[in-house]
Every structure is written in structure tokens, then in C-alpha cells.
């Protein structure tokens, strides 16, 4: 699987991505959905009586190469190894080298998937890293033990390709195990210095793109058209609203006079008059067209 990162952006098998979009859902992977694909091929590459030319098995091998690269676009990985498996000659293939692939594939996924989620949390954590420089933060990662075992137990080293694009080198790694997708992302996250935060309304990571103050990310609210962010932008306001004396004393008269319609003391249409008007000098007021004492002296006179 060939993967570079340019401009902010992610290009795996030159498909654009948004950087950051993938790391993001790799750690908020379905972890029933993918072990439902690695144990369909696992259980027929576990039955001995099958061998590597057996329709079967070269057609549900073909799903699954298709299948687990829609869960996850790193999961390409995995999807080629099968191709090329299968596209050698039958003498070639080897039904014990592609289980152990795929059971060690399998079982890497939840280890490094907790290796990401922390190194986001300790290492590009804005607010973690506060007081941190980032040769401290530096080191946070590249002293991580879990990312250390792993790549030290692996013997495979992803080949490196460089070319120029747009004036600027481009380093594409063919990667081969998900600790090389991994480790590309955060080294060029910490040689761009690029930060996180968790988003305050959905409670995801998000990528801290210039501005370090950003409370909320882009993603779209489930069952709304709204983003966080926008959504985030009308929570700011009706803070500052309601925090304002102004719109305090507006909201006050307006539950005082609307509870007096229950008790028969004011007609709902002499309310929503009362309402519309005290709208009006609110808004006034909040301009600064007049005073607070005006206001209030308004209020207590309508």
C-alpha cells in the first residue's frame, strides 16, 4: 500500500483524505465488523482438507481483499498480500504463509489501535502538551516502548520512494504493516508541529489546523446538517446571551409575565405583544442604542 502525506493531506493509493481522517477512524473502528471478516477466511484457511486452489476459498479470499479495504483504507495492507498471494503460480502459494499473515495482521490491529489512541493523547494532545517544548514531545513518541517493540519485531522495513511534486519532495512509503501507516502520520504531525484537542461537543480528536484555540471540530452532528463547530458557535452565543445583564433581565421579566397567562392574569395576545416589543429595546440595549437603566426603567414601566 503506497501512502504520502503533502499539504496537510493524506493520499493512500493516491486516494486524497484529510489528514488526520484516517487515523481518526482507525482507533473508532468496528471491532465486530472486522472480526467478522478475519474469522469467515480464518475459519476456511484453518479447515487442512483445503488447499490454495480451491474456488472457495480463492473466492472468499477475493471478498475478503475487497471487503476489509471498505472498512479502512490502511486495511489495503492486507488486501494486497492476498492479491499477490493469489496471483502467483499454484506451486508458488503457500495456505501457511497466508494464515499466519492474516492471524498476525488480526491480532496487530487492537495493539496498535491502543498505540495511537495514546500516542494522540500524550504526544499531539494540545491540551496535554501545554506546557511541553516540542523536543519534549518529541520524545514522548519516539520513546513510546509499545512503538519500539513493535517495530523491532518486525523484520519487514517499508521501501521508500522519493519524487517532486508541485517543488516539493514527496517521500511515499510502501508500507507493508500498520506501524509504518502509524509512524508516517505522527512524524510528519511532529515535524509540521501539528497539535489536537478533543472536540467539546462530540468528544473526537480533531486536528488543530493553525489556529491552537479551535473548540470544536468539522464533523457533522448525527441527525442534524450542522457541524460541531457550528453548533459550538451558537452554544458560545447563547453563553455570552444569557451571561449578559441584559438578556438576564429580559429572560426574567419574560418568565415572570408569561406565567401570569396561566393564572388568568394576562391574555396570550397582550403577552406576545409584550414580548415582541421588549425584544425590541433588548436588542436595543445590547447595541448600546441605550442604557441599562433605560431598559430597565422600560421594563418596569410597560
Not at 503533502?6 to 489528514?19: F, G, M, P, Q
Not at 487492537?110 to 495511537?116: D, E, F, K, S
Request: a positive charge.
Amino acid at each position: 500500500m503506497r501512502i504520502y502525506i503533502s499539504n496537510n493531506k493524506e493520499y493512500v493509493d493516491d486516494i486524497e483524505y484529510d489528514l488526520g481522517a484516517n487515523i481518526f477512524s482507525f482507533i473508532e473502528l468496528n471491532n465486530t465488523e472486522v472480526s467478522s471478516q478475519f474469522n469467515k477466511i480464518l475459519t476456511i484457511l484453518y479447515d487442512k482438507s483445503i488447499r490454495m486452489n480451491n474456488k472457495n476459498l480463492i473466492n472468499e479470499s477475493k471478498n475478503f481483499a475487497t471487503e476489509i479495504k471498505r472498512i479502512h483504507p490502511y486495511f489495503s495492507i492486507v488486501s494486497e498480500f492476498i492479491v499477490d498471494e493469489f496471483d502467483l503460480d499454484f506451486e508458488q502459494r503457500s495456505k501457511e504463509k497466508l494464515t499466519k499473515y492474516l492471524q498476525y495482521f488480526y491480532i496487530t490491529i487492537p495493539q496498535v489501535r491502543l498505540a495511537t489512541l495514546y500516542l494522540l493523547q500524550t504526544s499531539f494532545n494540545i491540551e496535554q502538551l501545554k506546557d511541553k517544548t516540542w523536543m519534549q514531545r518529541g520524545n514522548l513518541y519516539l520513546n513510546n516502548l509499545f512503538l519500539k517493540h513493535m517495530i523491532q519485531e518486525s523484520n519487514i522495513l517499508p521501501s521508500i520512494t522519493l519524487s517532486v511534486k508541485k517543488d516539493v519532495v514527496i517521500k511515499t512509503i510502501d508500507a507493508k504493516k500498520l506501524i509504518d501507516v502509524i509512524n508516517i502520520n505522527f512524524l510528519y504531525l511532529y515535524e509540521n508541529r501539528i497539535l489536537f484537542r478533543k472536540c467539546k461537543n462530540c468528544g473526537k480528536f480533531f486536528v488543530l489546523d493553525g489556529a491552537s484555540n479551535i473548540q470544536y471540530c468539522e464533523r457533522i452532528i448525527p441527525g442534524s446538517k450542522k457541524t460541531c463547530r457550528e453548533m459550538g458557535a451558537v452554544l458560545i452565543y447563547q453563553k455570552k446571551a444569557f451571561d449578559n445583564p441584559v438578556a438576564k433581565l429580559y429572560n426574567r421579566e419574560y418568565k415572570k409575565r408569561n406565567a401570569r397567562i396561566r393564572y388568568g392574569m394576562i391574555s396570550k395576545e397582550d403577552f406576545n405583544n409584550w414580548a415582541n416589543a421588549a425584544r425590541i429595546q433588548r436588542d436595543k440595549c445590547l447595541r448600546q442604542r441605550i442604557t441599562l437603566d433605560e431598559f430597565v426603567n422600560w421594563l418596569d414601566n410597560s
